[in-house]
């Protein structure tokens, strides 16, 4: 059965460049009906769509994050991840990672999620 | 970019209770809408995806209705374990926003 798992440092000074990985286990993530994103939210707050991607580049971003933002796939080690730079308190949060069906659209697996703090 | 809106922001309700949320995009997004339920310390599940279809291993007390830019969730018969927060998300234009989500919590 196939599974994401979020890894990555749980705090981020401010200025520096957040990164975070997922590993997909379980099955391939050379998928070309899938799609792969990232979901954040903030401490008590609700979901915030980052972005996503397709195995083979097609990227979408969320425009206020789009300057700051990569998303990128590594076939060879069946992980996705996520770059964010000049981060800010603002960008605290639960990080997910997950998996689209059929292209950008609605989320059927899920990752259990890693809090990412920024502070000095 | 779409604007997605949610009423009401939180309800109380018992077991048994039918219970429906509304979900609005602030453009016509089709049928392009889908809802999660979010538990406490839990990633979101997918319950409905194109507005009316239940995802596989959802129980059938679970239906979406609606297209255009006014959609309903609605539980026909509340369980103690659907006490939870429930999001809708537009999947018809990127950015693919959330809306604020409706807690349901027990009355």
């Known amino acids: 059965q196939l599974q994401l798992q979020e890894s990555g440092p749980g705090l981020v000074k401010p200025s520096e460049t957040l990164s975070l990985t997922c590993t997909v286990s379980?099955?391939?993530?050379?998928?070309?009906?899938?799609?792969w994103g990232w979901i954040r939210q903030p401490p008590g707050k609700g979901l915030e769509w980052i972005g996503s991607m397709s195995y083979s580049g097609k990227t979408y971003y969320d425009p206020s994050l789009k300057s700051r933002l990569t998303i990128s796939v590594d076939s060879s080690k069946n992980q996705f991840s996520l770059k964010l730079t000049s981060v800010t308190a603002a960008d605290t949060a639960v990080y997910f990672c997950?998996?689209?069906?059929?292209?950008?659209?609605?989320?059927?697996?899920w990752g259990q999620g890693t809090l990412v703090t920024v502070s000095s | 970019d779409i604007q997605m809106t949610q009423s009401p922001s939180s309800l109380s309700a018992s077991v048994g209770d039918r219970v429906t949320i509304t979900c609005r995009a602030s453009?016509?997004?089709?049928?392009?809408l889908n809802w999660y339920q979010q538990k406490p310390g839990k990633a979101p599940k997918v319950l409905i995806y194109?507005?009316?279809n239940l995802q596989s291993g959802v129980p059938s007390r679970f239906s979406g209705s609606g297209s255009g830019t006014d959609f309903t969730l609605t539980v026909s018969s509340l369980q103690p374990e659907d006490f939870a927060t429930y999001y809708c998300q537009q999947s018809y234009s990127s950015p693919f926003t959330f809306g604020p989500g409706t807690t349901v919590d027990i009355k």
């Open positions: 997950a998996r689209s069906f059929g292209g950008p659209d609605y989320f059927d697996l």
């Open positions: 379980g099955g391939s993530i050379s998928s070309s009906i899938h799609y």
């Open positions: 194109g507005a009316s």
């Open positions: 453009q016509n997004i089709s049928s392009d």
